[in-house]
């Protein structure tokens, strides 16, 4: 009864002075819509910038043929028997195949003009990409027609190819079947024939930043069709993809031991094994210290709603002085006192912490909107900020509410 009592003249007084309680909270109600917005479009930006990161495939682990030679003048250039052969790939993919999701092979095959044999009177320049069975997979390939290039195709250097929706839409008729269509590509001493096996979606920028199906004509042929086409026998680069984000490091660490050990006895060249997950740590640690340190400085707007809590309670203990006066003569307690100035000022920072985190909730929303970045609210930094907010009038609203517990009712009672 005793604390209902409290909150209700509490209440009272608010209503009675409600310009000078609006303007007490409204520190309060900046402090902690600037904190919420800070921190929500920090997540925000944190979210976004993960799934841009798992998109471009930056948990992915790349393999790369490098000279072992420190001297930086040395211009020596890899033999085909340095290179990592389809095979060698393979070995090693079936080692760690209950940590990997895909392995992409790459080798360039030239670019060229191409047609289709049975289509329009039209050529598109195309770069040949001779690719392993997983680099769809890897570099996010969406078919729209067809499959995609597959071990049997590597295995038999078959003459097949995955082409672009926009060169098929530039070369076929409306309504034709691209699929066991042959394409000629037409080199400057060559021409090539493969069969069309599938059809990928190149009609928006969209994939990987790192090949993918961005808005270039690339014609995919198998791997091995593209060594011999080019004359080699392996390739310097290959790219992985772990099952999960949690065996990245593990699989990185047992990349780099497996391709020591197979390039162990190869005096000028090894094989580089690197994971940018490091760099996408420091890149959201970074973005988490900028976080805080803006909240931080968010903060001092609390602390400034603080010490006005704890100003306006001075000014109302010296109107109240009669009033604590009369309460203390009638057999009020110093708790009793003190509790009712405390309770005024915490229902002051309660109800700047609500309209606060409404504030904030919505700002954060319509800048997360306006940018176009995932709306990521926290019930946590909510909870957080209506338990600070009355931590806040707890303590700037101690010293007055302590202050008007100790005055002498007499004293009390001669104050005009």
């Known amino acids: 009864m005793l604390i209902m009592e409290n909150f209700m003249l509490a209440i009272n007084s608010l209503r009675t002075n409600k310009m000078r309680a609006l303007l007490t909270m409204l520190g309060i109600i900046i402090g902690i819509s600037s904190v919420i ?36 003048n040395s211009s020596s250039s890899p033999a085909q028997s340095d290179m990592l052969t389809v095979s060698q790939v393979r070995e090693y993919n079936n080692q760690y195949k209950d940590d990997i999701e895909a392995v992409a092979l790459e080798s360039d095959a030239g670019t060229g003009k191409a047609r289709i044999t049975n289509g329009k009177d039209a050529q598109s320049s195309v770069d040949v990409d001779g690719v392993s069975e997983g680099y769809s997979t890897i ?12 071990a049997s195709d590597i295995d038999k250097s078959t003459d097949v190819a995955v082409v672009p929706s926009k060169m098929v839409k530039k070369l076929l008729s409306e309504g034709d079947n691209p699929l066991g269509q042959e394409v000629r590509v037409i080199y400057d001493d060559k021409i090539l024939t493969f069969t069309i096996v599938g059809v990928y979606d190149n009609s ?69 094994v690197y994971n940018s997950q490091k760099d996408v740590n420091d890149l959201m640690s970074s973005i988490d210290k900028i976080k805080l340190a803006i909240t931080v400085i968010a903060g001092i707007a609390l602390l400034v709603g603080g010490i006005g809590v704890m100003n306006i309670m001075l000014v109302s203990v010296t109107e109240r002085t009669r009033e604590i006066g ?70 700037f609203g101690f010293y007055p509410a302590n202050k008007a517990s100790k005055l002498d009712p007499i004293e009390a009672l001669r104050y005009e």
């Open 37 to 72: 917005a800070i921190v929500s479009i920090g997540d925000s930006v944190s979210k976004n910038t993960a799934n841009e990161m798992k998109a471009y495939g930056m948990n992915n682990i790349s393999v790369s043929l490098t000279s072992k030679s420190t001297d930086e």
């Open 139 to 150: 570099n996010k390939v969406k078919l729209t027609k067809g499959r995609s290039i597959t």
């Open 204 to 272: 928006q920028k969209s994939g990987t930043s790192f090949g993918g199906y961005s808005d270039t004509q690339k014609v995919y042929i198998p791997v091995s069709t593209a060594m011999e086409v080019n004359g080699e026998s392996g390739v310097q680069f290959i790219t992985v993809m772990p099952k999960t984000d949690s065996v990245a490091s593990k699989l990185t660490s047992e990349t780099t031991s497996y391709f020591d050990t197979l390039y162990k006895s190869n005096r000028d060249f090894g094989m580089q």
């Open 326 to 395: 009369i309460r203390k003569a009638i057999g009020a307690k110093r708790k009793h006192i003190k509790t009712q100035f405390i309770i005024e000022a915490i229902i002051i920072c309660g109800i700047g912490g609500i309209i606060g985190i409404a504030l904030g909730l919505t700002l954060a929303t319509v800048i997360a909107i306006k940018m176009s970045l995932p709306v990521a609210i926290s019930p946590t930094v909510i909870i957080i900020s209506v338990l600070f907010s009355m931590g806040i009038g707890v303590f």
